[in-house]
């Protein structure tokens, strides 16, 4: 059984910084894409940076200059170091692993940005 778990969520004030991580379960990691995604209150779930088993990475415009993506296989961790942050970064943010048409999910962590 596949797991990811997620942790570093909370209330930041705008302009400020948190890192999230999500700890997989297995020795599959380093095989699969990992993928962050948020979903706004009210919106659909996005995608906020990606990175292949290589370490190449990919964001969306919205993200871009300030979210970074890292992994480490050998602890099976996925990061994503989130700076400069906006009101509208709030989201639950979701750890996602990719394999060919095999995919799981985390549960979320819930970011606010507020001051």
Sequence with gaps: QVQLV????????????????CVASGSW???YFMAWYRQPPGKEREL???ITRNG???YPDSVKGRF???RDNAERTVYLQMNSL??????VYY?????LLTAYWGQGTHVTVSS
């Design 68 to 70: 970074t993506i890292a």
């Design 95 to 99: 750890c996602k692993a990719e394999l």
């Design 86 to 91: 906006k009101p509208e970064d709030k989201a």
């Design 56 to 58: 190449l990475t990919n």
């Design 48 to 50: 906020v940076a990606g």
């Design 6 to 21: 997620e942790s570093g969520g909370g209330l930041v004030q705008p302009g400020g910084s948190l890192r999230l991580s």
């Design 29 to 31: 990691f380093s095989n």
